[in-house]
């Protein structure tokens, strides 16, 4: 079956409900209730990504001395934890809420690892018309303390952002209303050159019962999650 329409061309937006980071290997989730999105982002100053504990759904990528891992799931209670998120140096997590459907995360795989004073938030051409909402959300980490990486692109608002004097800094933006199109490649200008990594992802909506009732979620693979 097809992707469900929108109701008479409005949208029924998701809402981010709670936000929190920390440079520490595990995180306090915040409010939450069954059937909301927690997504946790692992960010690394080193090439080799964190460790995403059993439970989420997750993809990682790094290179040239940074990198970064993503972790999803559907709350399954109001008490969910996160786990240990081993050799991370920061954790960025967010709570969504959905209006009146089921939520779900795709992720590009496209990251950039360059040494600029350009960062690249590259485009990620997956709009699914026909999802009830569709949010854009993006990571960086930079192996530079000083610069406004906090910044967040054209389109983006910055959700929260941890540093570590003379080494790194790490950030989590998002969209934070509605974006029914594309995401296009756009940059943010800093002063000092160093290297980083972003990478964009994408949270959507869509009518569960449009699926027949049942839910598997799709990984970033295109399949269901094994």
């Not at 972790?71 to 209006?99: I, M, P, Q």
């Not at 690892?113 to 485009?123: H, M």
């Amino acid at each position: 079956m097809g992707w469900s329409r929108q109701r008479a061309g409005t949208v029924m937006a998701i809402s981010r409900v709670g936000s929190a980071s920390a440079q520490a290997t595990t995180i306090t989730i915040p409010t939450h209730q069954s059937g909301d999105l927690i997504l946790i982002v692992a960010n690394r100053n080193n090439t080799t990504a964190a460790t995403v504990p059993s439970g989420w759904i997750a993809s990682s990528t790094g290179g040239s001395g940074v990198s970064t891992a993503f972790a999803w799931k559907l709350a399954k209670s109001s008490s969910e934890t996160s786990g240990t998120f081993t050799n991370a140096v920061a954790l960025h997590c967010a709570v969504y809420r959905a209006n009146i459907g089921i939520l779900a995360m795709s992720t590009s795989s496209a990251g950039t690892g360059l040494n600029s004073t350009t960062i690249t938030y590259s485009a990620f051409n997956n709009y699914r018309p026909g999802s009830i909402d569709n949010w854009w959300i993006a990571t960086a980490i930079q192996l530079n303390s000083a610069n406004s990486l906090e910044t967040a692109p054209s389109g983006m608002t910055n959700i929260n952002s941890e540093f570590s004097a003379g080494n790194w800094k790490s950030v989590l933006h998002d969209t934070n209303a509605s974006q029914l199109s594309n995401w296009a490649s756009t940059n943010v200008t800093v002063t000092n050159s160093a290297v980083y990594i972003t990478r964009i992802m994408q949270l959507f909506e869509f009518d569960g019962p449009a699926f027949g009732g049942g839910f598997r979620p799709v990984n970033i693979r295109g399949g269901a999650d094994q």
